[in-house]
């Protein structure tokens, strides 16, 4: 594997992972605000 | 790949090995193309109608949610759907820079991404709104994927009439979220999109059935020639515009929706009579490059959002 190779690599996964970290961070925000909403609905 | 073992410097520890096709690895914009995106804006926009044209109310938050939901699981079949035509996608031009073909993700990776998205977008819809949306929007993956995709696409020229109806279910899971039941309006809407479905992908498939008939697909054009095709395009639109008058005959409506359903359907018989009498040899192969079914194509798209926006607004403003 290349250095240029290994850069790629690891900037494609550094960008996946953060794209998990934001999946992840909008899920809990969306379950707290579904939360809210119901127990607003009663 | 046993030369490409790669030594992380930054703390961890063993070197691990790399599969073949994971070297460069994927990006985010791969795991997004797995999710159909190009597709998926009528699959929204259909089912921000079906949320519209309901009767009653709903939490905003919600109602983000039952779409956020649908458009996760019209994504989720979609990339199922990758998952299993890779073969026939590496051959069509088309596809053949999908995700899958190209190498950037596994076939095993696009599978489960499918169905962790497939099963938690149920159970979002169902913990959000109510357990018959979440029930039918399983039913539509299931569909998708195992009615179309595995069973029809590869056997029979009707696969895009049957399939189809995969297309016509958001605005019914949107009405079904806000009121919890299934009613006549929500299934004409789904009759609409289902009727409106072979004369789009026909037209379509006028010019691009070179693909289909490389990868062995059995689409109209390629079994019974362009000439019977551009037949049924118009039979599929004959049938199609008098049902979208049914809203407004069944007084969901009011005459301004019916107005807006006539005109528009008028438009897409012009398109079907001209790509129907498309100047065309001996064998029905265009002489025009296809020109009109390209225009019907076309036509077709702004047709389907014109007339749902014209129902949504006749429904909101005016009944």
Known sequence: MTPEEKTLFYRRRRARNWAILGALAALVVLFYLISVARLLRG | ?319
């Open chain 2, 1 to 319: 790949m046993s030369d490409s073992a790669i030594h992380d410097t930054k703390g961890a520890q063993a070197p691990f090995t790399l599969a073949e096709g994971d070297l460069a690895g994927s990006e985010p914009r791969d795991w997004i193309a797995l999710l159909k995106p190009r597709v998926l804006s009528l699959v929204v926009f259909s089912g921000v109608i079906g949320l519209l044209v309901a009767p009653g109310t709903m939490h905003p938050i919600l109602a983000v949610t039952a779409i956020l939901c649908i458009t996760l699981a019209a994504g989720a079949a979609g990339a199922i759907n990758m998952w299993y035509d890779r073969d026939i996608d590496a051959v069509m031009r088309r596809t053949m820079n999908r995700p899958v073909v190209t190498g950037r993700i596994s076939p095993d990776g696009a599978l489960a991404y499918g169905i962790v998205l497939a099963v938690g977008s149920v159970a979002l819809m169902g913990l959000a709104t109510n357990w018959l949306a979440a029930g039918v929007l399983a039913f539509s993956i299931f569909f998708y994927v195992v009615i179309y995709t595995a069973w029809l696409k590869r056997r029979t020229p009707q696969n895009i009439v049957i399939g189809g109806a995969a297309g016509a279910f958001p605005p019914l899971i949107g009405w079904v979220a806000v009121t919890g039941s299934i009613e006549a309006l929500p299934l004409v809407l789904f009759a609409i999109i289902f009727m409106w479905t072979p004369p789009h992908f026909w037209a379509l498939s006028l010019w691009a059935h070179d693909d289909y008939k490389r990868a062995g697909v059995p689409m109209l054009p390629v079994v019974a020639g362009a000439r019977e095709t551009r037949r049924q395009v118009v039979i599929y639109t004959l049938l199609l515009v008098p049902l979208t008058l049914a809203p407004w005959l069944m007084g969901f409506s009011t005459w301004a929706y019916g107005a807006a359903a006539a005109l528009l359907g008028a438009g897409f018989l012009r398109h079907a009579w001209l790509t129907w009498t498309d100047a065309q040899d001996a064998a029905g192969v265009s002489l025009t490059k296809d020109a009109p079914a390209k225009a019907c194509f076309k036509y077709s798209i702004t047709y389907l959002f014109a007339l749902l926006g014209a129902l949504a607004l006749d429904r909101l403003l005016l009944a």
